[in-house]
């Protein structure tokens, strides 16, 4: 809260902000993957706050804003947006099918803080028996018999995300 108090003099008065609630942010490595992902977006400033699992976003307008919550998305992580207009895009791939294996990529895991995240979501999945999740992975595997759809759902809820893989 301090962090965004202090940059607030440093905003023009005719920038928008949006937050980013119910993000996964649960240590410096993940808060260095957000400030990454958004430092792709020419005029954006992005505040991490690992402690709230918030992300400030302040840009020139709401057109840069969208681009670096996709880019925060394509970077595995997924949140709420404060703003209606703004939106945190959901699509997965997933098609809502019941199946045994899926390959998931894209998600952010930093550190076993973030595979335990993952594991502790995939828990709450109905038919899900194992993965493979791995600190620094760019795919896992899920197993078991459960909807493809479950699985993103249960890591958005966690605040990170990801696409079905090749």
């Known amino acids: 809260m301090v962090a965004v108090l202090a940059l607030t003099p440093l905003a023009r008065a005719d920038d928008v902000t949006v937050t980013l609630s119910k993000v996964h942010l649960c240590c410096g490595k993940c808060v260095d993957g957000a400030n990454k992902a958004v430092s792709k977006v020419d005029g954006v400033t992005a505040v991490p706050d690992?402690?709230?699992?918030t992300i400030?976003?302040?840009a020139a307008n709401t057109e840069t804003l969208q681009k670096a919550v996709d880019a925060l998305?394509?970077?595995?992580?997924?949140g709420e947006s404060s703003d209606t207009g703004i939106k945190v895009n959901s699509e997965t791939g997933a098609k809502g099918d019941k199946v045994q294996t899926l390959k998931v990529q894209g998600v952010h895991l930093c550190c076993p803080s973030c595979v335990k995240a993952v594991n502790k979501a995939l828990a709450d999945v109905p038919g899900v028996t194992a993965?493979?999740?791995?600190?620094?992975?760019?795919?896992?595997?899920?197993?078991?018999?459960?909807?493809?759809?479950?699985v993103f759902a249960a890591l958005q809820k966690a605040g990170l995300t990801g696409k079905v893989g090749e």
């Open 73 to 78: 998305v394509k970077a595995g992580f997924f």
């Open 131 to 150: 993965n493979t999740a791995t600190k620094g992975a760019e795919s896992f595997e899920v197993t078991g018999d459960f909807k493809d759809s479950d």
């Open 56 to 58: 400030v976003l302040t």
């Open 50 to 53: 690992k402690t709230a699992h």
